[in-house]
């Protein structure tokens, strides 16, 4: 018999992607432009002009056998000592190439990482609402997903109902700030608040609790006085997970990495055991034209300034319209208050109006629904009258 695990997971997609394929056939039936879809978080910005020129660069400057050859199998070496030169310099850490593995993006960081580091029954906690993909990812890894819900008015963490939730069987912290669904970004108090309670259980149980930071989201801040701080600084058994898929507008070509903490004392094990996770999942070798177009933009960014407008522009309708919301530090995602007690409902009635949003449910966040305002400001303004029509059908 197959898999049977493997065939619902193929037959039953997430409800992102549900809607997402639902918005692609409403859009064939009524037309693109009367379709309002904040389903997926797509880049809705190009990718900065750098980028096309890199590539146009690389393939006409690099020996085509080389380009499109392997390389090794934790990345070019050249690339990793850039990324871990220019982390060093703008974080001040003490990284080398040899810290660094590079990846098809974010999603393969955190499988990999995650089958390196986890034993059957292994617990991960992240915090609710967190990216659904987690626990398949956990799960998959033969570990067990623990869910804490953070304080229901701020999404901040809930350091009580953490420190509840951590056992002896805790292998690592998940951490995604600036945070998807939520946008919100934990502060240099609460990481340090974090570390501690992760040292004292580490200490109390003798063994590691490690801290996994998932960051495609880290450049997509929007107001100078929030920083986001990095993990390395203040907990040596981290590793970071990165992608350039938000921060370069590149989602479909697949590439990011692993950096690890090489202060913590089982540095040598741990990448060993990612580079051995990545060869028994069939990650080895991230594509490589894009290894060597990072190696050359690793420090541009797309234009973020759009996404700010969005946020801005919607956060002040949609509060005026009567939602609650919780205004986004970061990312490209807000997170409203259900008006009523199911946001599946609530996201059912917004149909009526072609307003495409997502079930808080399948992140840990019953009662609300996640906006992905990563889309064209026209877009914003032609669905606002929408979003005032669903406000006032609950009156």
């Not at 108090?189 to 149980?205: D, H």
């Not at 989201?217 to 107001?223: A, G, I, M, P, Q």
């Not at 991230?286 to 797309?302: C, E, W």
């Amino acid at each position: 018999m197959i898999n049977r695990k493997n065939v619902q997971l193929g037959t039953v997609r997430s409800s992102i992607r549900e809607l997402f394929e639902y918005g692609k056939q409403r859009k064939k039936e009524i037309g693109e432009e009367n379709v309002f879809d904040f389903s997926i978080g797509n880049p809705s910005v190009p990718a900065p002009p750098e980028v096309n020129a890199a590539i146009k660069e690389i393939v006409d400057e690099c020996d085509p056998v080389l380009l499109h050859g392997y390389t090794s199998a934790q990345g070019d070496y050249g690339t990793r000592k850039v990324l871990a030169d220019y982390t060093n310099a703008r974080f001040a850490t003490a990284l080398n190439a040899e810290c660094f593995y590079l990846t098809c993006g974010a999603a393969a960081s955190l499988t990999i990482i995650l089958n390196a580091l986890l034993n059957a029954g292994d617990e991960v906690i992240t915090f609710a609402p967190f990216f659904p993909e987690y626990r398949i990812f956990i799960e998959n890894a033969g570990g067990r997903l623990v869910a804490v819900k953070c304080e229901e008015d701020t999404f901040r963490i809930d350091f009580d109902r953490l420190e509840s939730a951590i056992t002896a069987h805790t292998k690592g912290v998940i951490v995604n700030s600036p945070n998807n669904p939520s946008g919100v970004v934990y502060t240099e108090e609460e990481i340090v608040r974090l570390t501690k309670l992760l040292e004292k259980y580490s200490k109390k149980y003798g063994n590691t609790i490690y801290l996994i930071s998932d960051e495609p989201y880290r450049e997509l801040v929007y107001d100078e006085r929030v920083k986001v701080p990095y993990i390395m600084n203040y907990y040596r058994h981290s590793v970071v997970c990165y992608s350039y898929s938000k921060s370069l507008s590149l989602p479909g070509e697949r590439i990011g990495y692993i950096a690890v903490n090489n202060e913590m004392p089982e540095f040598s094990e741990v990448y060993a055991a990612i580079c051995g996770a990545g060869r028994a999942l069939g990650f080895v070798c991230a594509p490589n034209l894009f290894q060597q177009l990072i190696k050359r933009v690793y420090n541009v960014t797309s234009d973020v300034s759009v996404y700010k407008r969005n946020r801005d522009r919607l956060y002040s309708a949609l509060t005026r319209y009567g939602f609650k919301v919780v205004k986004p530090d970061g990312a490209f995602y807000m997170f409203v208050k259900s008006p009523e007690q199911s946001s599946v409902d609530f996201c059912e009635r917004a149909k009526k109006y072609e307003l495409l949003i997502v079930p808080g449910d399948d992140f840990g966040g019953e009662g609300y629904a996640r906006i992905s305002y990563c889309v064209a400001p026209d877009m914003i303004e032609r669905a606002l009258p929408a979003f005032k029509k669903l406000a006032e059908s609950y009156r």
